[in-house]
Nanobody
Framework: VQLQASGGGLVQPGGSLRLSCAASGSIWSIYVMGWYRQSSGQQRELVATITRGGRTNYADPVKGRFTVSRDNAKNTVYLQMNSLKPEDTAVYYC???????????????WGQGTLVTVSS
């Protein structure tokens, strides 16, 4: 199983970016997908999650600015980031809680990370 994230880059404060993360490989079912981020010298922190049924959860610093969504048919999760601030600068990691088989345990898989830099 691999998670491939894309969409990071340099953006000015107040701008927008959209991250994507596609899961591929031998996947039976994906339950929760989401995003974490890690700034320089900081611990990895939750950004947003979304269940297979579409229930979402957001960290307080991004509420009202970020929107997480997913396409179950494509095993892909998205993060639309609006009104970006310099403090949003971080490496963003996607993750998925999934089974690779009907009787397999639910495991967590991580993407490789994509850098988002918010700066003028």
């Amino acid at each position: 199983v691999q998670l491939q994230a894309s969409g990071g880059g340099l953006v000015q404060p107040g701008g927008s970016l959209r991250l994507s993360c596609a899961a591929s490989g031998s996947i039976w079912s994906i339950y929760v997908m989401g995003w974490y981020r890690q700034s320089s010298g900081q611990q990895r922190e939750l950004v947003a999650t979304i269940t297979r049924g579409g229930r979402t959860n957001y960290a307080d610093p991004v509420k009202g600015r970020f929107t997480v969504s997913r396409d179950n048919a494509k095993n892909t999760v998205y993060l639309q980031m609006n009104s970006l601030k310099p403090e949003d600068t971080a490496v963003y990691y996607c993750y998925a809680e999934l089974r690779v088989g009907l009787y397999s345990p639910v495991d967590v898989y991580w993407g490789q990370g994509t850098l988002v830099t918010v700066s003028s």
